[in-house]
């Protein structure tokens, strides 16, 4: 046999016991490393029929205190909401998660429907510091820009 194929039938072998042991190990269970983050939306706003803007908090898969802020801009297209553009809020992980995804966790989310449309984004970092300063964008032709 040649060691192309041992090494194949080995890698076979292990893939196996990996999955036994991991569905030994509670089904459901899953692995940090490989997990998508959990997410939860925070904020949602459509601006008549030209955009749909949204604040996702996404659980870090490292910390699980920390998460991070996905700002998502959606344009119609064909009669639904197709994603245009997306920037991150803050630092990534930067953020906690219990705070953001509790009651009072926006502070402000402000939005226009002009064009370009003014966004403003403040969200609460702990009770006791309270609110971030407030984050402006400009959202322009389905485009998010720092504002």
């Known amino acids: 046999m040649s060691l192309a194929r041992t090494r194949r039938r080995t890698a076979a072998a292990l893939t196996v016991v990996m999955a036994a042991a991991l569905g030994a190990a509670g089904a459901g269970a899953s692995n ?13 706003s459509v601006l008549g029929s030209d955009y749909k803007i949204t604040l ?13 802020v996905r700002l998502q801009v959606y344009t119609r297209s064909g009669g639904a909401w197709k994603e245009s553009d997306r ?26 429907g002009t064009e370009p449309a003014p966004l403003t984004v403040s969200l609460l970092v702990t009770p006791s510091p309270g609110c971030s300063d407030p984050t402006h964008f400009l959202v322009k ?7």
């Open 141 to 147: 032709q389905g485009r998010v820009y720092a504002g």
């Open 87 to 112: 920037v991150t809020v803050g630092d990534v992980n930067g953020w906690f998660w219990y705070p953001l995804t509790g009651k009072g966790a926006v502070c402000q989310f402000s939005t226009a």
């Open 32 to 44: 940090a490393d490989t997990a998508a983050p959990q997410t939860r939306q925070i904020a949602s």
């Open 56 to 68: 996702t908090a996404l659980r870090s898969t490292e910390d699980e205190y920390a998460a991070s």
